[in-house]
């Protein structure tokens, strides 16, 4: 210990939370400050105003359970939720043969491919390039494996004969990789094929696999350079040819239950808050959109991005960033119409949005001093989603949803009962919120945040008012 921690610890000013970690007394204390509204406070009035007291439920949430699992480990992706999870609430919707089921936010197809494995047709729609690629090939269950293989040796015939061509527009590319592993990525990469076939597509995903393997890069979940741990793959030319015969085995593990198979799906890369799915087209819908301040898809994604061709440019990568739901890099531009907190689209953001510009300001030095307006555009950009899936559920249908909640400014933000309400205003009954699991701030780890599974289902007819008056 420093001996300036150890003055911090005597005086009672500091406390030790965790190995090498310490928080300020005065953080910790963050749930006695008057003005602090807590967990406990928000689930209090949700009972209050809604009459629905938070459960629980228990089971795998996130994708780590997915890592070893056949189809769905073809492209790991960290913010994706898991597979088991999905199957479960797909069972207990009790969903007819051919029953459509719809991801708004796709993101890499866990809930496409276990809608498709479990009979039902599956669409999506996403906007993050590589994952509309890895949720298509992972959701064309037909890829003759033999087809697979020949793209691949052809790919790898062909790399083995080229010359590194020229490096991706990311400034950082150089020391993203080592010189070996580069010149065999940039081998790899100029001779894919080009997009559009499934056996091409699932080459290109299976190259799209190895890049942060190969590189000095990793997720943790936010992609920054590794320290110390996990040496990268030495070879991108061996990754990629493990990462074929992976899918290949997995190929034939999926043929042995085809005749449980749903009809072939679709997935679009598609603005979500378009929300244009036809009315009454879907069974039920299931998804887990980015969570209020969350992650920022396009940095976390933008090597995949630009060596895959789908980005070729910072202004590309910059609209991409803008077009997706609202995260804490957005350009300030983009924030400027949410900065005025009067009409926020739920009455409990009247509250909190300027208890955020106010703690921000009080603080004085906060990474940006808009972040209230980035939460105001975040609840705003999901509005038409829950609207748009209100509108193409049938009649009884429900919307599964999980997210989290957030602690921003030292402000409290439950984001999975705001969303639920947001729900309910545009149109969906509450059945239900459980917590799925306990997580750390980011921001003060002394402070338990949470994922909750939100259960919404689209009314079987007339209002609220009216059918309890018919019961
Ligand atoms: C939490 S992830 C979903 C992960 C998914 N459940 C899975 O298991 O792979 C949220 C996704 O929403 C996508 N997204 C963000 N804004 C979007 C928008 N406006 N339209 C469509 N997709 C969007 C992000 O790119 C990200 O992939």
Redesign the pocket.
């Known amino acids: 210990m420093t001996p300036t921690l150890d003055l911090l610890e005597q005086r009672g000013d500091a406390v030790r939370m965790g190995r090498g970690l310490w928080v300020l007394r005065d953080f910790e204390r963050l749930v006695e400050r008057a003005d602090f509204v807590g967990p406990a406070e928000f689930d209090e009035r949700f009972v209050r105003e809604h009459g629905i007291a938070l459960g629980t439920v228990s089971g795998p949430i996130t994708?780590r359970s997915?890592e070893e699992l056949p189809v769905h480990r073809w492209w790991p992706?960290v913010?994706?939720?898991?597979?088991e999870f999905?199957a479960r609430e797909l069972g207990r919707a009790e969903l007819d043969r051919g029953a459509t089921v719809l991801?708004?936010?796709?993101?890499?197809?866990?809930?496409l491919v276990e809608a498709r494995r479990g009979g039902a047709r599956a669409w999506g729609?996403?906007?993050?390039a590589p994952?509309v690629l890895?949720?298509r090939v992972k959701t064309t269950f037909e890829l003759p494996r033999i087809e697979l293989r020949a793209g691949a040796e052809r790919l790898l015939a062909r790399a083995r004969r080229a010359r590194p061509g020229t490096l991706p527009f990311l400034r950082e590319t150089v020391r993203q990789f080592s010189p070996e592993a580069l010149a065999d990525l940039l081998r790899l990469r100029d001779a894919l094929p080009p997009e559009g076939t499934p056996s091409a597509d699932a080459v290109r995903l299976a190259f799209g696999r190895v890049l942060i393997p190969s590189s000095r890069l990793h997720r943790s979940p936010c992609l920054g350079y590794r320290r110390g741990a996990a040496p990268p793959e030495p070879r991108p030319f061996d990754a990629f040819a493990a990462a074929v015969a992976e899918m290949e085995g997995d190929l034939e593990t999926l043929a042995a239950a085809r005749s449980a198979w749903g009809p072939p799906g679709r997935i679009e890369r598609?603005?979500?808050?378009?929300g244009t799915w036809p009315a009454e087209s879907v069974d039920f819908a299931v998804?887990?959109?980015?969570?209020v301040n969350?992650?920022d898809?396009v940095m976390n994604?933008k090597v995949d991005l630009a060596w895959l061709g789908y980005a070729n440019s910072y202004a590309e990568l910059a609209a991409l960033r803008s077009?997706?739901?609202a995260c804490d890099n957005l350009p300030r531009a983009e924030t400027a119409p949410y900065l005025a907190t009067e009409t926020p689209p739920d009455p409990w953001l009247a509250e909190i949005l300027p208890r955020i510009r106010q703690n921000v300001r009080n603080k004085g030095t906060y990474r940006r001093d808009d972040v209230h307006a980035v939460v105001h555009r975040y609840f705003a950009?999901l509005v038409p989603?829950l609207a748009g899936v209100r509108r193409a559920l049938r009649p009884g249908g429900r919307f599964v949803l999980?997210v989290g909640d957030s602690l921003l400014a030292g402000t409290y933000v439950p984001g999975d009962l705001l969303l639920a309400r947001l729900g309910a205003r545009a149109g969906l009954e509450i059945v239900s919120v459980e917590v799925a699991r306990r997580r750390r701030s980011g921001q003060r780890r002394s402070f338990e945040l949470r994922e909750s599974v939100i259960t919404l289902a689209k009314p079987r007819s007339g209002s609220p008012r009216k059918r309890a008056a018919r019961r």
């Open positions: 994708f997915n992706y913010q994706g939720y898991s597979a999905v991801d708004p936010f796709a993101g890499s197809g866990t809930s729609t996403e906007l993050l994952a890895a949720a598609r603005d979500a808050r378009q998804t887990s959109p980015p969570y969350g992650m898809y994604y077009a997706e739901v950009d989603v999980v």
